[in-house]
């Protein structure tokens, strides 16, 4: 199964899928690749840090899953080597969602919403992001908002960080035996089109 986790910028995405994949050894965490710089507050291994160059070349040789550029900046889910004992968790923004939904309709995808727009960008300014990148994002946010409800198949508020993780772990159990693994995503080397 391929979970997509998706939401606004500062919701608190990446901090629930750590958490996640740390709680259940049956998920395995993709790492995108992005143009983006490395934010202070974050490890070297959060992203693969790249070139547009290398990004660009990797999209001709059609090694992404999806791929789309955010705020100025490519990111992309390198195409999965198969591992068919784990289900291959994606913290993506909602352009790579709506991808991965059309060409596997049988993913998983939870987009999850902060309790208000205030709480949203105190979170973001809590990890450091800087005032311009805090305004664009939380514009951005008021795009993704629709697509991401009409794309979800669960819509989860980001409130009590425990409580959510809880609902995300109930979400992925009962979600399981009803999905068909889709294999072709990790199967397939070949690119498709956006
Ligand atoms: P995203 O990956 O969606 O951009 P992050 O995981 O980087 O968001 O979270 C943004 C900030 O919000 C981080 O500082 C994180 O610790 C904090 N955060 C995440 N979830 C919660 C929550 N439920 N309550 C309060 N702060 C949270
Ligand atoms: P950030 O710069 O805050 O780390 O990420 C910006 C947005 O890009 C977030 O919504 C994040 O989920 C999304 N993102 C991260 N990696 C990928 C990826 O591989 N593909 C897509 N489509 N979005 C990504």
Redo the contacts with the bound molecule.
Sequence with gaps: MIIVVS??????????VDSLVERDRGLWLSRSWTTRARRPSEDDHAYVFTTPEEFEGRIADGGFLEWTEFLGNYYGTPTPEPDDARDIVL?IEVDGARQVKRHHPGALLIF?LPPSRE?QER??R??GDLDHKVAARLRKAEEEEPIGRRLADHVVV????GA?VEEMMRIISDERPRRQRDGSAQRSAEPFSR
């Excluded at 939401?7 to 629930?16: L, N, Y």
Aim: hydrophobic fraction near 25%; charge should be negative.
């Design positions: 939401g606004p910028g500062g919701v608190g995405k990446g901090t629930i913290e999850v709480e979170r973001l809590g990890r980001n409130d009590d960080l959510t």
